[in-house]
């Protein structure tokens, strides 16, 4: 099985993502643009989105949760 290595973490990943985004000039990250950002894992590509997005109420109990 072919394998990509992931553009941010550096680890293999059978199955890559793409994402165009980019940091404004308040350092906040927002999704679109003009680039690609390829290849990223699952893990990487759920990272950009949520930063984006904001986390949802389920990632932001879990985030508590680690915090204990």
Excluded: V
Excluded at 33 to 38: A, N
């Amino acid at each position: 099985m072919k394998t990509n290595t992931c553009d941010f973490c550096s680890k293999p990943t059978p199955i890559s993502y793409s994402i165009k985004f980019f940091i404004d000039k308040n350092k906040q990250l927002t999704l679109g643009g003009s680039d690609h950002d390829y290849p990223l894992c699952q893990s990487c590509w759920d990272n950009i989105a949520d930063h984006a997005l904001g986390h949802s109420d389920i990632l932001e109990k879990e985030r508590l949760e680690r915090k204990r």
